[in-house]
């Protein structure tokens, strides 16, 4: 299981993070709520393919994947989500739309948004929607090879999706 796998990949790397369970939740607000963080603190991984293949982009859960702003930053003038059943080949071991955010570690390569760089810690699924890994954002960039840049816009506040 991907928890098992997670687990071991931190330990081994010496990162400090705590693990916690919760009801089950789907959105970042949900996940955000159930385990009592701002939801820009929550990783929400969007998975996307363009010329150069796969690629993760995370982003704070109160943003959404700016698709456009991905495009130029990576000069990449065809980029689109993948499909669920993409996602169900690349992390075979997660629920869809749970993976956590380490794509370099199957090969796809990490972009993390500068909004959710800026944060001390950061929170997100870890291959179910029950279960969250809570680590500092410095342990993330350096153990997941990621690039930063500007990738998000922020949801509006009506927004439900997450």
Request: charged share 20%.
């Amino acid at each position: 299981m991907i928890l098992t796998k997670l687990e071991t990949l931190l330990d081994v790397n010496g990162i400090h993070y705590t693990h916690t369970t919760h009801k089950p939740a789907f959105t970042a607000r949900e996940v955000a709520k159930a385990e009592g963080v701002p939801v820009g603190h929550i990783a929400k991984c969007i998975v996307f393919f363009g010329e150069e293949g796969y690629g993760m982009a995370v982003v704070p859960g109160d943003h959404k994947v700016d698709l456009h702003e991905l495009r130029e930053r990576l000069n990449q003038p065809h980029i689109r989500l993948a499909a669920e059943d993409e996602l169900r080949k690349l992390f075979p071991d997660s629920e869809p739309g749970a993976m956590p955010p380490f794509g370099n570690h199957i090969q796809v390569p990490v972009f993390v948004d500068i909004h959710l760089a800026a944060q001390e810690t950061i929170a997100f699924n870890a291959g179910t929607h029950r279960d969250v890994i809570h680590m500092k954002f410095r342990d993330f960039e350096l153990l997941s090879g990621a690039t930063i840049l500007p990738c998000a816009a922020v949801l509006s506040r009506s927004a439900t999706s997450g």
